[in-house]
């Protein structure tokens, strides 16, 4: 008798069909509409997409930080195999910080200026690991000194303007993973930083992450991140994912055309380019956009159909490569 494969591991996170709106008074204006991914252990997952695209509020709905007018108007949120977008702000509290990191893209929101590095260490690891004062200090010690802070037990006494920016970064990628959380979401997190050091950071993040066995969101408008760190990409534009698979599947043969032009702006060493392609156009805003698909208005193989209907993801959920796009025959 044939073995019985093992099960699969469940997923670190599953967002399945996430629609968020704004809503005010009667208008009510879709921010993020039927937004799918998923997220299993030790694995990297980019989402990536222009300003406005709608990956931080993905990451904010998932930490369940979003206020009002903003509302979760469909879909559903599983974390470690329980669904969590239904759980009150209390218990989503004791998940956010403890069982789910976050690293912000600007160092100086995330710290507070008064207080020195090791006091902001020591109380978020008693807060989640429930340690003394003083093994919290030696474990808040042995975090600076695995995200590369020089001579960490003195560093502790600190404050953050004391340190630089790449320095204040990873002080926030160690208070993120203080609790040694299952999933980390990174948002923007290389954005303020200088370019010689965002590689290291980078590497310094997914490294650190697949050590505890982490699953991380990487939310970035940079392909050559996504290049570099990801094992798989979701592509998002106007609140709706419309690419999805594989990084290197993605990278060498993608299917939306909007996806191919964010890898052809990737500058290359030697192409020998005096200008880089650039795609025309601008992001429609949230409550603005065209009918049907709506990328159509910046595409250059956009059909008669692409201004009348909303293409579908093509494939099921968790599927190799999916696009939504009438010119794959995905819909």
């Known amino acids: ?37 998923r997220i299993g252990p030790g ?18 709905a998932v930490t369940g930080l979003m206020e009002p ?6 879909g559903q949120i599983h974390f470690d195999g329980t669904r969590i977008d239904t759980l009150s702000e209390e218990r989503m509290r004791r998940l956010r910080g403890r069982a789910i990191g976050m690293v912000f893209q600007d160092p100086l929101t995330a ?26 200090r030696e474990r808040a010690a042995e975090l600076l000194g695995a995200v590369g802070i020089p001579a960490p037990a003195s560093r502790l006494s600190s404050y953050p303007h004391e340190f630089s920016g790449g320095m204040r970064q990873r002080v926030v990628i160690a ?42 969101m990487l939310v970035t408008h940079d392909m050559g991140v996504i290049a570099e760190a990801a094992d798989k990409v979701v592509v998002m534009y106007a609140g709706r994912v419309v690419e999805a698979g594989p990084v290197a599947d993605v990278l060498h043969a993608p299917k939306h055309p909007y ?20 795609i025309g156009g601008a992001m429609p805003r949230a409550g603005s956009l065209p009918q049907g698909c709506a990328f159509h208005p910046r595409c250059a193989r956009k059909m008669a159909i692409c201004s009348t209907a909303v293409p579908a993801l093509g494939g099921e959920p968790g599927a190799p490569h999916t696009v939504a796009c009438f010119a794959e025959g995905s819909s």
């Open 175 to 216: 208070l993120a993973l203080a609790g040694e959380p299952k999933l980390l979401i990174a948002d923007e997190p290389t954005t303020a930083l200088d370019v010689s050091i965002q590689a290291q950071i980078i590497a310094l993040l997914v490294s650190r992450a697949r050590d505890i066995g982490a699953g991380v």
């Open 111 to 136: 710290l507070n200026p008064v207080f020195t590095i090791g006091r902001q260490l020591v109380e978020t690891i008693r807060t989640h690991a429930g340690l003394s004062q003083r093994a919290a």
């Open 69 to 74: 007018p903003l509302q979760r108007t469909g």
């Open 259 to 278: 996806t191919a032009g964010l890898i052809a702006s990737i500058p290359r060493i030697g192409a020998g380019l005096e200008m880089l392609p650039q």
């Open 1 to 37: 008798m044939t073995a019985a494969p093992p099960p699969l591991p469940v997923p670190v996170l599953d967002v399945i069909g996430l629609s968020v709106d704004l809503v005010d008074r009667d208008r009510r204006v879709p921010i993020l509409s039927d937004v799918s991914l």
């Open 43 to 60: 694995e990297i997952v980019g989402i990536v997409g222009e300003s406005g695209a709608g990956k931080s509020m993905t990451g904010a």
